[in-house]
């Protein structure tokens, strides 16, 4: 019996191995188109960024930019599914193929770039890190924190980044670090540490989240660029085309003034931009492998890039984030995309 | 038996009927296709990441880590490398599975008596220890130890003071760290002359009272002997030994020693958890030992004391230990829950800072795996060692 058992169990290790070597052959569009559904990966939630609400929409602006790149690809902004991720598991989770895109606040470095199979598709939000602490400490300036306690979340490079700055600062710091953000609150606000660092957008969303958000201030320092956006692949040129166009499109519609509420008036626009932009004019789609009017279902259904700031991270919502170096860049910020042409 | 026989009789059935053959040839079959299929996921692997331009080898253990970790019992700081950060990870881990397991043994001999104890009320405070402990998720434990333990301390301007020299606040229990001076050695070389004293006086001892019967208080002695030895050559050294008392320095405390609250309240939860089980394994212990090696022992006039201590628990370690070695286990496996709180043990910084940083989660994982696999083969080992050496031994 046993030997039977074992045998059994060998063959079914084989064969399994061998499914593993001839998968992966289909490009992740087809995969995607296959499945009916975009596969994304999110964080487990952050106001603002992405978070389910009581009835468990996700909503947010990494939420939006996964939306987008259905309403691309299926024209519809539902056919979305969210595989919520901690900073620690996002990239495995890439790597393997368990989600199709990662759009988690993620910062676009070179070491990620280059060394760990993925391609960054582009920015949906300009970072940079700071801190929060509590105003009973009595600090005004990061250059005051020597000695301090700082809360950080695991598996960013928030860690790093912390540790070069004090460094430089020739200043110490002992630091606490935790599994989710959710548990760095918690540190921060049981009193563990003094200070709690991490991008400013975040900050603003965990602060919102503290019992008294009165009783912390984010200090006026940025320490880091942080260049937050979405992840896929390495080795598939088209699918990293698409969302790096779909967030182009995005924010070429703000520019063009082309927004939800006026998408199907510009489809009879004069302009050949918005023509182009809209799939009335040239093959824009056919060449990323997309239905002609992608872009005219990306506006209609998801925005234009201002709208999806506004909406969720804006002055307006409880993070209240002026748009500061998001705003276009005719209006003085750096949200620059490429032409469609 | 009588099978074998029939097996070895010297006009055997055709080698595809020999069942031995047959046996052979199908163990040589399933271990060829174990070894094939791990080898084809192997290379599966490295090929996929490969083609998917992921970095793979162990170069990255010599890179700078550049993060910072708040404690370590090796030095450390940032422009270390990755390869120390594994250290760091690892003794930080060795320190609270060590900790716990000495705790846990202690408590839960302690309350695994007392769960047998004749005084009702002693019976049933164990009991009811060991049904609450063992009965509420370890995580939560930890979670509520730790923020109970922080909940419940002032911040460090408000520190409460012991003596001027120690001081207790919600970033960590400050004590003074001693720092030898020149000299030192002598007191160390007075704390070996009175452990070999002591163990030449328990020798000592044990013959005399195998010859007279007489009972020299080996243990009162022995205190005494490795106490006051030590401080004697203390003073004849001329007191070379300097304190680090720890004061408060902008927001924290700097100098001495400090033990942080992540390490308390791991130490704490991983300890009164696995306590829980090692005194139902100690009750089962005792109960397995016949109630007449009791009443014989009561018979030849020995205390409660002594009945315990050298007869019940003698025997009652042969049904003990096993099972106690799962606990030891366990304890040490559970300590990676240490990153829910932010203790920076093995998975806190190995497996989760460095795997982040380097991306190279095959490598990261690999090694982790191989280091808990150890941790539980060693364990394994010196309990079972110590097993062979407290076993029935029938002559």
Redesign the interface.
Known sequence: MN?TK??V???A??S???A??SA?AATTLENVKEKGHLQCGVTSGLPGFSQPDEKGNWTGIDVDTCRAVAAAVFGDPKAVEFTPLT??ER??AL?SGEIDMLSRNTTWTL??D????LNFAGVNYYDGQGFLINKD?GVDDATQ?????V?IQ???TT??N???Y??AKGME???????TSE?TV??FS???C?VLTSDRSQLAALRSKLADPESAKILPNTISKEPLGPVV???DDQWFNIVKWVLSVQINAEELGVTSANADDMLKSDNPNVQRLMGTDGDMGAKLGLPADFGHKVVKMVGNYGEMYDRNVGPDTPLGLDRGINALWTDGGIMYAPPVR | MKKQTIDSKPAGPKPWYDPRVRSLFFQVVAIAAVFWAGWTLVENTLSNMESRGISTGFGFLEETAGFGIIMSLVPYDATMSYGRTFWVGLTNTLLVSAMGIIAATLLGFIIGVARLSSNWLVAKVSLFYIEVIRNIPLLLQIFFWYFAVLGALPSPRQSIEMGGTMFLNNRGLYVPEPLTQDGFGLVWGAVLAAIAAVVGIRIWAKRRQLATGQIFPTFKVGVAILVLVPLLAYFVAGSPLEWDVPALKGFNFGGGITIIPELAALWLALSLYTASFIAEIVRSGILSVSKGQTEASKALGLPNGLTLRLVVIPQAMRVIIPPLTSQYLNLAKNSSLATAIGYPDLVAVFMGTTLNQTGQAVEVVAITMAVYLTISLSISLFMNIYNRAVAIKER
């Open positions: 030997k074992s045998i169990l060998g063959m290790l084989a399994g191995a061998f593993a070597s992966m900073a620690k990239f495995t790597q070491t990620r280059a060394s760990l199979g400490i924190l020597d000695g301090a306690t809360c695991s598996g960013t860690e790093l912390l540790s070069d004090f460094r710091f002992k630091p606490i670090v935790f599994d548990q918690q540190g049981a009193g563990r003094d692949r390495q080795g």
